[in-house]
């Protein structure tokens, strides 16, 4: 199959496979972190919990084994195309029978491609899974740029930025006509864009996070409640952001320099964002599926630039979509997680930026939507594209 792509297409085969020296050096440096100089506040109100931390790092060192998680990504096909200078990193799983449909999906931050290992393959099979080969989608699931396997742009760019790369992988690099785009996170700003700006090739686009804010802002009393109690939750949200978005550099030189530190800088994010039992990271996620997700930082030097993406977005206007105040109109599926650490607005504010066709309110899930319910994301992806047929 590689060979057959690779004649119609201008990209390299590419295989996971890190140093056993870079592996080394990390599992050394978690070993060597000073535990003793932290102090000791108890819960998670003023970030990562200190014993948690220990308990996941002592894991990591004593038990966790990379190399099983890189050989479990390493069953996706796997290649890189350069577009405009930067190496785009990208899983390219070929749908079921002959009519499977393109879909692109893009993560975020702290996110990576580890994020779609459970959704891949049921949607690229659905017959294995119990479904129909109709349903069969051909998945292209890239690192975005600066991020994990993929190189980095010469300064950051935003998500607007990077659908125009991400448009030109399915269109120049893998021949598509025409293409679906899914994400969460910065992928659902990302495909909010390629929505936007590329709907002579992105014909729906699927999102799982409204990011995106509508030049009039809310109109009504339901709507300008939910401003506000938006404003409100992000209070203690917003010291990542604010930091990534103006000054990128200087939390690289630390972070890039402490396994640890990154650990802690997107656990705590995991805990925050997810349908928690409580306090209880692990009753959302496993403390491999974290823990993979954190080495894809390490393990390529990336988490400086994937924070650039923050940067990128202030300079190319931030949240708003339209200064003239159009939407999105090709068809937009929405899934709503509860959990979302974003709120989503009434369905009234999101039909101002979107030509919403599914709006699905899930019974349970958070801002991880493909890691903590795999299954039912892959059914909402499955519905809406049913319902254009």
Not at 94 to 119: M, V
Not at 178 to 193: L, V
Request: with cysteine.
């Amino acid at each position: 199959m590689e060979s057959q792509l690779q004649e119609i297409a201008r990209f390299r085969p590419f295989r996971i496979d890190v140093p056993e020296t870079s592996l080394e050096h990390i599992c050394a440096r978690v070993r060597a972190y000073p535990w003793h100089a932290m102090p000791n506040l108890d819960g998670w109100e003023h970030g990562s919990n200190l014993e948690y931390m220990k308990e996941i790092c002592a894991y990591w060192v004593d038990e966790y084994d990379w190399r099983t998680h890189e050989a479990a990504l390493n069953r996706f096909p796997q290649f890189v195309a350069n577009i405009d200078g930067v190496d785009i990193h990208f899983i390219f799983e070929k749908g079921s029978g002959e009519n499977a449909q393109p879909l692109l999906i893009s993560h975020g931050w702290p996110g990576s491609i580890a994020e779609f290992k459970n959704i891949i393959e049921p949607l690229a099979h659905p017959e294995r899974f119990g479904g129909t080969v109709a349903d069969a989608f051909d998945v292209i699931a890239p690192s975005l740029p600066g991020f994990g396997f993929s190189s980095a742009p010469p300064r950051p760019w935003g998500p607007r930025r990077m659908a125009k790369c991400l448009n030109a992988l399915m269109t120049d690099v893998l021949g598509y006509d025409s293409y679906m785009a899914q994400g969460g996170d910065w992928g659902g700003a990302i495909s909010s864009w390629l929505g936007y700006d590329h709907a002579e090739f992105c014909k729906a686009i699927h999102i799982n996070i409204l990011t995106m804010r509508h030049r009039d802002g809310p109109q009504g009393k339901e709507e300008e409640k939910w401003a506000a109690n938006f404003d409100v939750d992000q209070i203690m949200q917003n010291g990542y952001r604010t930091q990534q978005a103006t000054k990128p550099q200087t939390l690289g030189y630390a972070m890039m320099d402490s396994p640890v530190g990154i650990a802690a800088w997107i656990i705590e994010k995991f805990n925050a964002w997810s349908d928690t039992d409580g306090d209880d990271v692990e009753s959302a996620h496993s403390r491999d599926d974290l823990l993979t997700n954190i080495m894809i930082y390490l393990v390529t030097g990336t988490f400086s630039t994937a924070s650039w993406i923050y940067f990128g977005r202030r300079e190319e206007g931030g949240r708003l979509l339209s200064p003239e105040g159009k939407r999105v109109e090709i068809p937009t599926g929405c899934a709503l997680f509860p959990k979302e650490m974003l709120a989503w607005p009434p369905r009234s504010y999101v039909d101002r930026i979107y030509n919403v066709a599914q709006w699905t309110e899930m019974p349970r899930g958070g801002h991880f939507g493909g890691m903590e319910e795999p299954d039912l994301l892959v059914e909402d992806i499955r519905n809406f594209v049913r319902g254009l047929r």
